[in-house]
């Protein structure tokens, strides 16, 4: 008897105080690698065509065909046919991760760097050993901030060679003084001792602690919704982590830094429409006028968002956003009226699964939904709603290219529309389609 009682008052003890337990966080620590300023600006150099390591951002000018390779430089493609696109060069940029192109200019990003490549010869018609004829002719230093480059992409690195899928990551900060940061190596290892609380329930009590979960981290040319780089007239604008710069560009070979603007925190794209900027940011959509003096953006106003990815494009009177959690999984699509910016208006709001880039045309809304595949909505705005109609899910109208080009092993990141042809950037290479109600692959690069 008197153990029967020991065992209720402990069962009704701990239904009043919760129920406790111990979890074991294992948590790797990474410190930088760095190299010298000097030996990642003496590595920009072209060569023979290569195998895509990373496909990143997408970029047309005319029959050529523009693809980073993330941190490690651009390819490019001759893309007159669209079935049998032809590898050009590689133009080897330490730390690229964005373009844009006016004339025979192709500006990029170096880590900290901004550098004008001469690509003239491409317009000459003979593209036999072009990598031999196309060189760096200017750069400008220290125009981007440092940046803890590809965390992401470190961790998932670090838990498939490790099988440590529940692991935590720290970093430690980046110090300019030692270098340019190039990647991450493990520094140490360790584990933390949690004492999680589970609350019972109750009527009117709250629940107990709950631990944080690390998971881990789009003349000129056209972009995609990803871009970082955008042109109006003879300006370029670029964004990083924080600033907007401005540089001037009349002069091709000799472009000027003329302004830097902060915008705030965690800004990821600009896109150029008319003579306003959309700049995408993590927390919301910003607005820029570049109308009067197209050297000094005029703040004009801001949509906000929950904090999430987001690029940004905009077709005539409407800008769409897709927003996507910071884990990766599920985000929303978000069409803005952007009719009277001053008063820019957030129609509706449609959950999605994994939307990345975006690309619009007429009234067709073609979404990267990473390793989801990739959806083609139909949308018209009306007087007092705004109207969203899914036409074709490639993962169900079309499961056998789905599986093709990689099922859910692959993700769909970016996308450009041309006329019927749609250039797709995906984890496993880039893939060119054919749109007629469905898709019809024409070629894949890789």
């Known amino acids: 008897m008197k153990i029967i009682k020991v065992l209720l008052l402990l069962i009704f003890f701990n ?39 990373r496909p990143g951002k997408i970029y047309v000018k005319g029959d050529f065909l523009l693809i980073s390779d993330m941190g490690h430089g651009v390819h490019i493609i001759n893309n007159q ?13 330490p730390g690229n991760y964005d373009m844009a192109v006016k004339d025979h200019m192709l500006y990029v990003d170096s880590y900290v ?4 490549i001469d690509i003239s010869i491409l317009k000459k018609g003979n593209l036999k050993n072009v990598y031999r004829k196309i060189k760096e002719v200017n750069r400008i230093e220290n125009v981007f901030l440092h940046r803890a480059v590809d965390q992401g992409y470190w961790e998932n690195k670090y838990r498939k060679e490790h099988g ?23 520094d140490r290892t360790k584990t933390e001792v949690l004492h999680v609380k589970y609350a019972a329930r109750s009527s009117g009590g709250s629940g107990g602690y709950t631990p944080k979960v690390n998971f881990g981290g789009s003349g000129q040319g056209q972009g995609g919704s990803m871009a970082r780089f955008g042109i109006y007239k003879n300006y370029l604008y670029a964004v990083d982590y924080k600033n907007m710069a401005v540089f001037h560009i009349k002069d091709l070979s000799h472009p000027e830094k003329v302004n830097q603007i902060n915008i705030g925190r965690r800004i990821e794209t600009i896109f150029v429409h008319k003579c306003y900027l959309f700049i995408g940011s993590e927390d919301g959509m910003y607005l820029y006028d570049i109308c009067n003096d197209a050297k000094k953006p005029k703040f004009v106003n801001r949509v906000r968002h929950i904090r999430a990815r987001d690029p940004v494009v905009v077709n005539r009177n409407m800008a769409f956003v897709t927003i996507r959690n910071l884990n990766g999984f599920g985000g929303w699509f978000i069409p803005v009226d952007v009719t009277d910016l001053q008063n820019p208006k957030r129609l509706s709001s449609y959950g999605m699964l994994s939307p990345h880039g975006l690309g619009v045309q007429n009234d067709l809304i073609f979404i990267c939904q990473g390793r989801y595949g990739f959806d083609i909505y139909r949308y018209k705005k009306h007087p007092t709603y705004f109207e969203l109609n899914q036409i074709y899910d490639l993962r169900k109208n079309q499961k056998k290219l789905y599986r093709k080009l990689g099922g859910n092993k692959n993700s769909f990141y970016d996308v450009i529309l041309l006329k019927n ?11 060119q389609f054919q749109y007629d109600n469905q898709l019809f692959l024409l070629s894949r690069i890789k």
């Open 15 to 53: 239904a009043v105080n919760g129920f406790g337990a111990k979890i074991i966080n294992h948590i790797v620590v990474l410190t930088p690698i760095y190299k010298s300023y000097d030996s990642f600006r003496d590595e920009l150099g072209v060569f023979e065509p290569r195998e895509i390591k």
């Open 81 to 93: 046919n669209y079935k049998k696109p032809e590898k050009l060069a590689f133009i080897k940029i």
């Open 113 to 116: 760097d901004f550098v004008a």
């Open 164 to 186: 440590c899928y529940d692991c935590s990551f720290e970093f430690d900060k980046i110090d300019p003084k030692k270098g340019i940061m190039t990647g991450w190596q493990v």
């Open 421 to 431: 042809f749609i250039i797709v950037s995906t984890q496993k290479g880039i893939f």
